[in-house]
């Protein structure tokens, strides 16, 4: 059975994911600027601590990419419209962030 290079590059990309979610999940063991335990690792490795396989949280991201739009496995290109919601979603939620985190930034950390 052949398979095709869009499955192929399809694997690459989500196999490629593996990479950031360790850097950001298993380096430093703490936060940093380069490795901050972002949400989509931290969580799972939350649920996934109590039977000792938190390092397997890594794979989530892969995991969402690929069940996001499994047609890049058949070729498909054009992007479903769950991805512009997404967009706009997380776009909005990162305005109204910066914007109600405005005042607490310039008290902490300072002007500089």
Not at 17 to 38: E, H, K, R, W, Y
Request: with cysteine; net charge neutral.
């Amino acid at each position: 059975m052949a398979v095709s290079k869009s499955t192929i590059a399809t694997i690459t990309a989500g196999l490629g994911l593996l990479v950031p979610a360790s850097l950001g999940l298993d380096v430093t063991n703490v936060p940093t600027i380069f490795c901050p335990f972002p949400l989509i690792t931290v969580v799972p490795a939350f649920f996934l601590s109590g039977q000792g396989g938190w390092k397997a949280a890594v794979a989530v991201p892969m995991l969402l990419f690929f069940a996001w739009h499994p047609g890049l496995f058949g070729g498909e290109a054009k992007a479903p419209k769950r991805s512009f919601v997404l967009l706009i979603a997380v776009i909005l939620l990162d305005a109204a962030d910066f914007v109600t985190n405005w005042n607490w930034g310039l008290q902490c950390p300072g002007a500089h």
